[in-house]
T-cell receptor, first 110, second 113 residues
Framework: QKEVEQDPGPLSVPEGAIVSLNCTYS??????FMWYRQYSRKGPELLMY????GNKEDGRFTAQVDKSSKYISLFIRDSQPSDSATYLC??????????FGKGTMLLVSP | EAGVTQFPSHSVIEKGQTVTLRCDPI?????LYWYRRVMGKEIKFLLH????????ESGMPNNRFLAERTGGTYSTLKVQPAELEDSGVYFC???????????FGPGTRLTVT
């Protein structure tokens, strides 16, 4: 079983839609949960991170962690064509290495 | 503040040759990481420096890979001799002390033919 599972997509939505991106993880030791956005031929860009369970909101983006079910989500409201990218979830247990999911490709059409 | 930079952006070499990748972390970041993404797979950890010391090199695939961080500033990752399966995108990331966030560079795309 992979440590982090993420549906690779692609996920295609029309502009303005609410997008839900999800990951599951297997190791309950993970405490930090990150979402990175990666445009084609670029490096991963940190979008948001949360510590332990709960929600965190930043503009149109909301990150949600449910440690009881080992499930993490990223919601994008009012999606824009510029949101088209690959979204990577990553987890780690402390000040150590990141474990990534494969990434979900999101396509937002005008 | 300048971000993490990597050089070169793309390298094409033949099997058996040597390649050296360079990473310049964000100024003041003691923690430097190397990751790799091969086609179709997730980004995977290679190793972690704290200043000039190797904190964790458990992800290094074999002894053809050598990473250095002399003086605790920039880092190099040498692959010698390169094999076909070394092709992929090599990312560098840095993190400040007592911080959780890792910031990534644009990556070096390595193609071994």
């Amino acid at each position: 079983q992979k440590e982090v599972e993420q549906d690779p997509g692609p996920l295609s939505v029309p502009e303005g839609a609410i997008v839900s991106l999800n990951c599951t993880y297997s190791n309950s030791a993970f405490q930090y949960f990150m979402w990175y956005r990666q445009y084609s031929r670029k490096g991963p860009e940190l979008l948001m991170y949360t510590y332990s369970s709960g929600n965190k909101e930043d503009g149109r983006f909301t990150a949600q962690v449910d440690k009881s079910s080992k499930y993490i989500s990223l919601f994008i409201r009012d999606s824009q064509p510029s949101d088209s990218a690959t979204y990577l979830c990553a987890v780690y247990s402390g000040y150590s290495t990141l474990t990534f999911g494969k990434g979900t490709m999101l396509l937002v059409s005008p | 503040e300048a971000g993490v930079t990597q050089f070169p952006s793309h390298s094409v070499i033949e099997k058996g040759q040597t390649v050296t990748l360079r990473c310049d972390p964000i100024s003041g970041h003691d923690n430097l990481y190397w990751y790799r993404r091969v086609m179709g797979k997730e980004i995977k950890f290679l190793l972690h420096f704290v200043k000039e010391s190797k904190q964790d090199e458990s992800g290094m695939p074999n002894n053809r890979f050598l990473a250095e961080r002399t003086g605790g500033t920039y880092s190099t990752l040498k692959v010698q001799p390169a094999e076909l399966e070394d092709s992929g995108v090599y990312f560098c990331a840095s993190r400040g002390q007592d911080r959780s966030e890792q910031y990534f560079g644009p990556g070096t795309r390595l193609t071994v033919t």
